[in-house]
């Protein structure tokens, strides 16, 4: 039901002064697999093996050692029964209202609240099935080259093989199917059978399809299949380097590395031929991804002692270090790093960084074939846009120049969107400062260590959303924004024709605050105790997108402050952790519905902690045993509202998945090791 003006989203906002509650189970079917299943079931198997053999090589020692893993990944997403309305010609004899126009829902179910109809009867899977196997291997030697210089060189090879598989219906075969007439014996038929040999006309008509959700089951064969797509991407590489002294100063040995390290990697998507067509019904269509990069590098480091023992410092070192780095797909850069280390006496060490990165593009970002989909369309900030904004406002100066006053009233439509890669990106490039100090006096038992950073990022590249979009460009004035340009044409009923979400460079991302690592350790008569810790502050995080800046800092996902602590008891075999994960407050404003003063939307989150319990047995050779419960405490996530806008964190439904959060209660887990 629709509620508090424009806005039909449930469990959102909450009017207790008109006596309605619209958070509860009425505008929500918390049954549904969708919001019952954040996280998505899984089945992983792992299997890993390593080894390695110590051996001579003349008179210098050596050890050849291997690596290998394999993992598999299955899941069965359940996205609920899809509904199904598709527009029935006027010419279909079975149409009784003689209008095109008629929506009919002709169900692979009747909504989330539905009874599930038996697979028989014509219902559709809803599962979607994914298989991931991933296999790795590394071999390597490593020795020593003289007394002073040691080498290591491995090859390695990756390959990971996916399938993604599900029930669709196909638009052609709707199409042809409602395009239908009666023959001479008086039965429905597709109209153009010569084109589509097969074809099953259908009545949508009927009580079991309209009312009970029920389609003859050689209907749903025709008009439906299973697609499945294909992904494969595998790597080769080498690294090699060499490191050891080259001189002595009067601090001690001037110790390098020189290296090289090469890497190919492929990657093949290649989604169903239905998919590739365009022929999912009222769902997205996705092309191939295909692509190919080598990178080559060359890196070599510096260790240089300046003062030891002298007094201006117990030890002063300098840490350089460079690489150089060349895509063939976008081309060569250098990076760097400078580090300084001055241990000032036994209690006090001050140190400093300043370095650079470079990522080129992925193969993702560069090859991903285009793909389309749908964005909901009450993104659209000209909907109803007279009754959120005044005359003056941007967004009202905007939106009436493309569309009327009026514009929403009857609803909207959802957005095509386009993502795709793209050969000309830049590379990211970055710049990071770091400069702290280390309290460490030793007859205490206690370290505390503070730093603070600055990290600066250009050229990140991203796949802007459509409400990002839309944000930027109808927030511009006389939409000047370079946004605008990604934005196509309204129709003829104003709506939003397509949106370009490709993947472009998007401008800087700029973060700084304090990190403060402690530590306490005290050995007592029969066990030892430690106390291990963080605790992070964040002065600033914001982006700036092509002209646009937007601060991150104390929104969803960006507390200021965040930290984790460990206890840790060490009894003779014995070793119990105590594990607490804190969370800060975070806070996205105030949010009002169109035409009231609500601010009943939850739109900040409390501080959260979690805890996690940890024991450990282990006796002098074989046997090592863990259990573990974690989220003791079995708390939620916090909850945020649908309706609450967010630019900083992926909300799904009522909370915040990939901010950290645990997401599943408490679960309780036990491993046994037996070394031989």
């Not at 000209?382 to 967004?395: A, I, K, Q, R």
Request: proline letters at 4%; aromatic letters at 14%.
């Amino acid at each position: 039901p629709r509620v508090n003006g424009v806005f039909g989203v449930p469990y959102y906002t909450s009017v207790p002064e008109n006596g309605l509650d619209n958070s509860g189970a009425f505008y929500r079917d918390v049954r549904a697999p969708g919001i019952a299943h954040v996280r998505t079931e899984e089945d992983i198997f792992n299997l890993s093996s390593l080894g390695s053999y110590d051996f001579n090589i003349g008179e210098r020692g050596a050890t050849a050692y291997y690596e290998a893993y394999f993992n598999r990944r299955e899941t069965a997403s359940n996205r609920g029964y899809a509904q199904f309305f598709p527009t029935v010609p006027s010419t279909n004899p079975t149409n009784p209202f003689g209008t095109s126009n008629a929506a009919i829902m002709a169900a692979a179910g009747r909504g989330f609240n539905a009874t599930p109809v038996l697979p028989n009867y014509g219902i559709i899977d809803p599962v979607t099935k994914v298989e991931i196997d991933r296999f790795n291997v590394f071999a390597g030697l490593k020795g020593d080259i003289s007394e002073t210089w040691t080498y290591e060189a491995y090859v390695g090879y990756g390959y990971s093989e996916g399938s993604y598989r599900r029930q669709a219906f196909l638009s052609k075969e709707v199409a042809a199917s409602l395009d239908a007439v009666y023959n001479d014996q008086g039965q429905l038929v597709c109209r153009d059978l010569a084109n589509n040999p097969g074809c099953v006309a259908a009545n949508l008509f009927t009580e079991d399809a309209m009312l009970n959700g029920i389609l003859p089951a050689d209907y749903i064969n025709y008009v439906t299949a299973y697609t499945e797509g294909e992904t494969t991407y595998d790597s080769v590489q080498f690294s090699g380097f060499a490191t050891g002294e080259l001189f002595d100063l009067p601090a001690g040995a001037v110790e390098a590395v020189i290296g090289a390290e090469t890497r190919r990697e492929s990657i093949d998507d290649l989604p169903d031929e239905q998919d590739r067509a365009g022929n999912i019904f009222n769902a997205t269509a996705a092309g191939r991804t295909e692509g190919t990069d080598t990178v080559k590098e060359i890196f070599g480091e510096l260790f240089v002692p300046v003062l030891e023992d002298s007094p201006y410092a117990d030890e002063l070192n300098l840490e350089l270090s460079g690489r150089w780095t060349d895509y063939d797909s976008y081309g060569d850069d250098t990076t760097y790093r400078a580090a300084i280390n001055w241990q000032v006496n036994d209690w006090l060490r001050l140190r400093g960084t300043q370095g650079t990165s470079f990522r080129a593009p992925t193969l993702y970002e560069q090859f991903l074939g285009d793909e389309t989909g749908f964005a909901n369309g009450q993104v659209d900030p000209c909907l109803n846009y007279t009754s959120v904004y005044e005359p003056g406002d941007t967004v009202y100066d905007n939106c009436a120049a493309v569309v009327p006053a009026n514009f929403g009233e009857n609803g909207s439509k959802g957005i095509l969107t386009r993502t795709g890669g793209s050969d000309t990106l830049k590379a990211e490039t970055s710049e990071s400062y770091t400069y702290g100090f280390i309290i460490q006096p030793a007859e205490l038992g206690l370290s505390v260590a503070v730093n603070w950073f600055d990290i600066r990022i250009e050229n990140t590249v991203s796949s802007l959303s459509a409400t990002g979009l839309l944000g930027a460009c109808y927030s511009s004035v006389n939409f000047s924004s370079p946004f605008c340009s990604r934005i196509g044409a309204r129709d003829q009923d104003g709506f939003i024709s397509e949106i370009d979400s490709s993947f472009i460079n998007v401008g800087v991302a700029e973060s700084s605050g304090y990190d403060v690592d402690f530590a306490f350790e005290k050995a007592f008569n029969s066990w030892d105790l430690l106390i291990d810790g963080t605790i992070t502050y964040i002065d600033e995080y914001n982006t700036e997108i092509l002209g646009s800046v937007s601060n991150y800092e104390d929104h969803f996902a960006f507390p200021h402050w965040r930290g984790d602590m460990d206890i840790q008891a060490n009894y003779k075999e014995w070793l119990v952790n105590w594990r607490i994960d804190y969370f800060g407050t975070t806070d996205e404003g105030p949010v009002y519905d169109p035409g009231t003063t609500n601010v009943d939307r939850v739109s900040s989150t409390k501080y959260q902690m979690y805890h996690t319990l940890a024991v450990s047995w282990e006796d002098d050779e074989h046997w090592e045993a863990v259990f573990t419960i974690r989220n003791i405490f079995d708390r939620d996530p916090p909850l945020v509202a649908d309706g609450t806008g967010t630019v900083t964190a992926n909300r799904f439904l009522n909370t915040l998945p990939g901010a950290g959060y645990p997401l599943y209660g408490r679960t309780f887990s036990l491993q046994a090791r037996y070394k031989f």
